[in-house]
């Protein structure tokens, strides 16, 4: 068994931000499904959104986001987090993240549904600048370990202990991709940073990593989520056949760049008065609209009126790529389709990052903390990474760190089989991808959120057979909880009787006067067998 002090399942942002906010006194372990840095951080290219300009003010931050969400963002949720930000990008600064500026001050981009220019950037890969900085600075202090190519399977209970314990998290069962090995992580303190559940779509920004692993296992925990129906598509991913998976920052809209049709023409000033600086939910499904009824592949994403010089200094990461596929954007329109990017709702936590069970925390993408609504604002999502780990650490270090006496089962694999049929797998990987793109996607129809519930329902049993008998594998696991987030999608679309922000009903086109979100409870579990 091992024992630490605090256990973050995750390390992007959120995770790493919440180890380096803890005190070098206490043991911590940070699980990381691949080699570092693979996580969903390090693929975002924008920003981080702050109200760091002369001209700009937390209220119009706090407003820009309230009108993307839809009416259904909490306002103290928001206010904690926009009056946080200028500190964080501060503490990041003082990290060491390199930060592009123009003569001596931060360069801010503006991106869509943003009113002024508050986006603090490094070029276009973002992400990836402040993972390396961040993980660096974590692999240098004694007191955290990191366990690359470990997975967790799921939370350890009050029913995985020997005895009468209270109900609370005690740590994870962690697998050992490497050995195959399952073990006991033991911690009073467990923090969820998994990320989203963009994989369980066909067409996704993000890395294969966002399987929603921190989301099901606090669901079958007994947490809470809420407003799961909300999976933002990004409107510009690149299409093409090599790179699937290209994010097209929106910071190339903001900078001028025009969606047009094969023939050149401007389509977004049809759709609305923002045109292409509309909020992502509009954008996207403008897209999907100009491609359905015209038959085509993709739109086009056309910034070369800027110029080579601009474009290479300010987008180098996005010319090299294209360039590298065939692209000159300084002279060629960029082939772009929406695709699934960003998971909106999320386990239920208060103001601290406190889910529903004693000892467990959760935060960045996996949560649900009433900042983004029915549609998340550009660059609001490094920032709730930020704020989330940040909260989570001061809630532990409010707590207290108490061992308990007490002896947790190990994990049991007496009745596993060999497997027999491996190909079961990926079949329903591309069965459950299918089925959330064609019915749970930009577009729905309480007939389609009906078909999917169906197979998802299917694909659990078969699931959860398969889990029962056969060794543990990354791939069995993260489909395994994909399912179950994918049913908490659909669930809670169905639920939802209106067409607001990121969902879109064809059957429920109007808007609700009074904007609630969608929470579901797990059911009760059952008395403990003695």
Not at 9 to 35: D, F, Q, Y
Not at 198 to 210: E, H, I, K, P
Not at 372 to 392: D, P, Y
């Amino acid at each position: 068994m091992q024992q630490f002090d605090v256990l973050i399942i995750g390390a992007g942002l959120a995770g790493v931000t919440t180890a380096l906010n803890l005190p070098e006194t206490l043991s911590i372990a940070v699980i990381a499904k691949g080699a570092l840095p693979n996580s969903a951080s390090a693929w975002a290219q924008g920003g981080v959104a702050g109200v760091l300009a002369d001209d700009d003010d937390y209220e119009y931050h706090i407003e820009d986001t309230l009108t993307a969400g839809a009416g259904l963002c909490e306002r103290e949720s928001v206010a904690q987090h926009v009056e946080s930000a200028p500190e964080l990008i501060n503490w990041l600064i003082e990290q060491g993240v390199p930060f592009t500026t123009d003569e001596g001050q931060l360069h801010l981009h503006r991106e869509g549904g943003h009113s002024h220019r508050r986006i603090v950037h490094v070029t276009d890969r973002t992400g990836a600048a402040i993972q390396e900085v961040l993980l660096n600075n974590l692999q240098s202090k004694s007191n955290i370990t990191v366990f690359e190519h470990h997975l967790a399977v799921d939370l350890i209970l009050d029913r995985h202990i020997e005895g009468e314990v209270q109900a609370a998290c005690y740590g994870a069962y962690v697998h050992d991709r490497q050995n195959g090995e399952t073990k006991v992580f033991s911690a009073p303190h467990v923090v969820l940073a998994t990320g989203g559940i963009v994989a369980a779509y066909r067409y996704a920004t993000n890395a294969s990593t966002a399987s929603g692993d921190g989301i099901a296992m606090a669901w079958r925990a007994g947490c809470r989520v809420a407003n799961m129906e909300f999976m933002q598509f990004h409107p510009t991913c690149l299409f093409h056949p090599i790179e699937r998976n290209f994010l097209i920052t929106e910071a190339v809209r903001g900078e001028g760049g025009h969606l047009v049709l094969p023939d050149g023409s401007r389509f977004m000033p049809d759709h609305h008065e923002l045109a292409e600086l509309a909020p992502r939910d509009i954008v996207a499904r403008a897209i999907d609209y100009e491609i359905k009824k015209r038959g085509l592949d993709c739109v086009y994403l056309d910034i070369s009126h800027r110029g080579k010089v601009f474009l290479d200094e300010h987008f180098p990461t996005i010319s090299k790529r294209c360039l590298e596929l065939g692209i000159d954007i300084s002279r060629d329109p960029i082939p772009v389709v929406p695709a699934a990017h960003y998971t909106c709702g999320g386990v239920v936590v208060d103001a601290h990052a406190r889910t529903d069970l004693p000892g467990l925390y959760s935060a960045g993408e996996s949560t649900y903390t009433g900042l983004h609504g029915a549609n998340r604002l550009a660059s609001n999502s490094l920032l709730e990474c930020m704020v989330g780990g940040r909260e989570a650490a001061r809630s532990i270090v409010s707590a207290g760190v108490q061992h308990h006496a007490h002896t947790i089962k190990p994990w049991d694999s007496s009745k596993i089989e060999d497997p027999d049929d491996e190909v079961v797998i990926s079949q329903n990987w591309d069965e459950l991808r299918l089925t959330m793109w064609n019915y749970v996607g930009i577009v729905r129809s309480d007939k389609r959120l009906q078909r999917a519930l169906r197979r998802l329902e299917m694909l659990g049993q078969e699931i959860n057979e398969y889990y029962q008998r056969f060794p543990v594998s990354r791939d069995l696991v993260e489909l395994r909880n994909l399912r179950d987030c994918a049913e908490l999608v659909v669930r809670s679309a169905m639920q939802r009787r209106e067409s607001r922000g990121l969902h879109y009903n064809l059957d429920c086109l109007n808007t609700l006067p009074r904007a609630m979100p969608t929470i579901l409870t797990p059911a009760p579990r059952r008395p403990r067998q003695h």
